[in-house]
């Protein structure tokens, strides 16, 4: 597997071309927090609606403007060959359905370790359409956070954009701490759905 590093060049590029990519590229960027976070010096894993190539960079975005901490993100191998500077800037590797797959699946829990770290991943394993309403999640999260329950955050994101009357879209980031007990893959899909169906029931009235 390829393994993540931080630069001391390319991943401070990294962190100001996203600010610089958000403010070109969409009219306003909306963070809506609905509950409070419980602590602030736990590791963090984020997971997110994957359905674009901008998720990446809204994660980080929301990293700079909510949690600082150091960002690292799980991308497939074949990816992260085309796009080797993310490798330098918190990027590591995943390969399905082969050996590498363990090695990577442990390599992610192990970011769980330090307080200082944000994990972002797309449980679905793959791009899907910003309108589909149920999420399928793929069995490797549970590998993921096994044994660290009670000593890391997850946090829920589900991203929307609306164009309503303006030439860039608005962005709509929803984000949620994980208030349950339970971190078997069934369970925490089934809680991200929850919050993902709540989210949108808020985003279809939003107008002008």
């Not at 590093?5 to 927090?33: D, E, W």
């Not at 390599?107 to 791009?127: R, T, V, W």
């Not at 893959?185 to 169906?197: G, H, L, M, R």
Request: proline share 3%; hydrophobic share 40%.
């Amino acid at each position: 597997m390829l393994k993540a590093s931080h630069h001391c060049l390319i991943y401070p590029f990294f962190r100001q071309y996203t600010l610089l990519l958000m403010k070109r590229n969409f009219h306003s960027v909306n963070i809506i927090r609905t509950n409070s976070f419980s602590s602030e010096n736990l590791p963090l894993l984020m997971i997110a609606n994957h359905i674009s190539w901008w998720d990446g960079f809204w994660a980080m975005y929301l990293n700079l403007n909510l949690f600082h901490k150091t960002f690292y993100f799980m991308m497939l191998e074949e990816q992260l060959l085309k796009y080797r500077y993310f490798q330098l800037s918190g990027g590591f590797s995943i390969k399905k359905k082969s050996r590498e797959m363990i090695e990577s699946l442990t390599y992610a829990s192990k970011i769980l370790e330090d307080p200082k770290n944000m994990l972002l991943i797309f449980p679905e394993g793959e791009l899907r359409s910003l309108y589909i309403s149920s999420h399928v999640f793929e069995k490797g999260f549970e590998r993921i956070v096994k044994g660290h329950q009670d000593n890391f955050q997850l946090v829920f994101v589900a991203n929307f954009i609306d164009y309503l009357s303006h030439k860039k879209p608005d962005l709509y980031m929803y984000v949620s701490e994980y208030q349950g007990k339970n971190f078997l893959c069934p369970d925490i899909e089934k809680a991200y759905n929850n919050f993902y169906s709540e989210c949108l029931d808020i985003q279809k009235f939003k107008k002008e």
